[in-house]
């Protein structure tokens, strides 16, 4: 752990550079509209062997609000001595500041040798021997954080360096999630190498807090994106349904480890669980009909799917889940599926994302998915339809089997079917107004989603399961 002090005169120099810098990021928050932007805390982190009088490593915390956003932000810098071989501009380049030491340029740090081989020094846990610093490289179209591949002394072998950026005291999903589930002997998760955590003074409050920095997990090998792969075999017309059934295996083998390490929360265990589905159900309905006017004619579907909910007798007792699981967040590697990202909604705030949910939300966030990828591979039609079919009744199969349940019509079975036709539903709401007002012209998945799971506008389905 690093103590991060309040700023110098050094880092407010930084400050103005900063302002100009952050808004370009794609992880900034609050984009296009005016910040307040203030520093709220400074730390040169040292590599080893170095004297503190060259080039430096900082890691600063910048507090950005704008309206109802209210964020702190970690920007790792490296300053470097203006000097023959340094005029070159990089993507990296912050900008340009003169002091009395001399004149300095001012790099992200993320990925640059100095500052990956401080982290490396400051971090807990057991590391990862022989990586190479001066191979870091910055992965691209991550939107919330900062992630660094560095290479290994073995070919294929390496590890990948999470440098959070929206900071927050106390406990971190992405970082402890993995390690607990590696800790009870669960496999299927990159392995956690290295953390770092950071003791800052909240400059609300004044009292000193505690929160992660960044982690480091080892290197998934000749990986592919489990969309990417999706959307290939739909492309082609080849068949998902052997990798979704060993995935749905997987994502159960998941959630009973995340059991064994977190347990399960008798809160809204019984007569009290299927209410909390239902009503949450309605309330996400009457939201999206409020954004988008033309679901009107699916309100007596969405009503069928909440009155079966309420007549369930019980709901499953909640637990620990990844809490974002689609396909963009596994990778498939020899034959496997290893799980990452376990940070939940990035937007969200901690306590939502940590907060113990039904098991098959995760399940209906890869079952849309899947639909997805039917669409995005170039599907249509009953071909789109077929090829979704076979691959969400793989990703079943393998579930179910895995959790040692006959048919989803034995004991338990049913009422886990009703609870997932509910949150696909919920889930299918928000992407019919996200796709709305961010890429109209894909709102017809999510819609086609609708028609799978209440009938078109005007159809009556008394026969839904």
Known sequence: MIVVPPPGSLDEHLLPLLREWLPGRRWFPAKGVETATSLVGAVPLREPGQDGRHDSARILLVRVRAGSIDALLQVPVVLLR????????????????????????????????????????????????????????????????????????????????????????????????????????????????????????????????????????????????????????????????????????????MHAALVEAYGTDPEKVGARGPEVVARSLSQRYSWALSAVPSLAGYGPGVEQVVARVRDLPAAPPRQRVHGDLHLGQVLRAQGRWFVTDFEGEPLAPIEQRTRPDLAVRDVAGLLRSIDYAAAVGGLTGADAVGWSDAARSGLLAGYRAARGEVSPTADGGAVEETLLRALELDKTLYEVVYESRNRPTWTSIPLAGLDRLVGRPGDRRDDMP
Request: glycine share 14%; charged share 20%.
């Open 82 to 253: 203006r000097g023959p071989g340094t005029e070159t501009e990089t993507p990296e380049a912050i900008g340009e500041l003169t002091t009395a030491d001399g004149t300095w340029r001012v790099l992200d740090g993320a990925a640059h040798p100095a500052f990956v081989r401080a982290w490396l020094a400051a971090a807990d846990g057991p590391g990862g021997p022989g990586l190479d610093p001066s191979t870091a490289r910055t992965v691209t179209g991550e939107q919330s954080n900062t992630s660094v591949v560095l290479r290994g002394p073995d070919p294929g072998s390496g590890a990948i360096l999470k440098v959070l950026r929206a900071l927050a005291p106390g406990e971190n999903p992405d970082v402890d999630v993995p390690r607990h589930l590696v800790d009870v002997g669960w496999t299927s998760v990159p392995r956690p190498l290295a953390w770092l955590e950071g003791l800052w003074t909240d400059d609300g409050t004044g009292e000193p807090v505690r929160g992660y920095l960044g982690a480091m997990s080892a290197f998934v090998a000749d990986a592919e994106d489990g969309f990417e792969l999706a959307c290939a075999r739909a492309g082609r017309g080849a068949s998902f349904v052997e990798e979704a059934r060993q995935l749905g295996e997987v994502v159960a083998g």
